[in-house]
Nanobody, 115 residues
């Protein structure tokens, strides 16, 4: 079994920052990648950022230059630093873990950007 526990969401004003955390536990040997997705009401879930086991990263065009994904292997934790937040970033953010092509998901954390 695999469990992902997210934290760090909240309400911020446009231009503000948030840092999301996701701690993984359980049968997590052989991780291929960890990342973050988001979903707004009425919209499809979309990739925000991902990091492969090699350390290579991939970002959605809409967040490049503003968001940064990082990880702490010793803590089995992945982070998403979000700067210069915009109202269109408002969504539920989900941590994602891929092990041998099998996807695991966190419970989701709400990020709201509003003045």
């Amino acid at each position: 079994q695999v469990q992902l526990v997210e934290s760090g969401g909240g309400l911020v004003q446009p231009g503000g920052s948030l840092r999301l955390s996701c701690a993984a536990s359980g049968s997590i040997a052989g991780i291929n990648s960890m990342g973050w997705y988001r979903q707004a009401p009425g919209k499809q879930r979309e990739l925000v950022a991902a990091m492969a086991s090699s350390g290579s990263t991939n970002y959605a065009d809409s967040v490049k230059g503003r968001f940064t994904i990082s990880r702490d292997n010793a803590k089995n934790t992945v982070y998403l630093q979000m700067n210069s937040l915009k109202p269109e970033d408002t969504a539920v953010y989900y941590c994602n873990l891929v092990i041998r092509r099998h996807n695991y998901w966190g419970q989701g954390t709400q990020v709201t950007v509003s003045s």
